[in-house]
Nanobody, 121 residues
Framework: QVQLVESGGGLVQAGGSLRLSCAAR????????MSWYRQAPGKQRELVAI???????KYADSVKGRFTISRDVAKNAVYLEMNRLKPEDTAVYYC???????????????WGQGTQVTVSS
């Protein structure tokens, strides 16, 4: 079993910065991609940023130029650096990873528990 453990959320004023971290723990053969999603109250969960194993990155238009996703392969970790935060960035942020099981070599999608990010105006 694999767990994704997130940290780094909190309350920040508009224009401020936060850094989210997520580490995958368990018996892992490899990780195909890691990503961050967010869900605001009353809205659907949306992709914020994704980083595949080749380290290419993709961002939602709403965060391009403000957020940066990165990963540490050795630590099975992914980070989201969030700058120039806006009130509309307020949401629960979820870490997501597609993990290849050591024993079965099958890929499974895992989710973190979520971390709250609140941006005050």
């Amino acid at each position: 079993q694999v767990q994704l453990v997130e940290s780094g959320g909190g309350l920040v004023q508009a224009g401020g910065s936060l850094r989210l971290s997520c580490a995958a723990r368990g018996i892992i053969f490899s990780i195909n991609y890691m990503s961050w999603y967010r869900q605001a109250p009353g809205k659907q969960r949306e992709l914020v940023a994704i980083i595949p194993s080749d380290d290419t990155t993709k961002y939602a238009d709403s965060v391009k130029g403000r957020f940066t996703i990165s990963r540490d392969v050795a630590k099975n970790a992914v980070y989201l650096e969030m700058n120039r935060l806006k009130p509309e960035d307020t949401a629960v942020y979820y870490c997501n990873a597609e993990v290849k099981d050591l024993a079965t070599r099958a890929y499974t999608d895992y989710w973190g528990q979520g971390t709250q990010v609140t941006v005050s105006s």
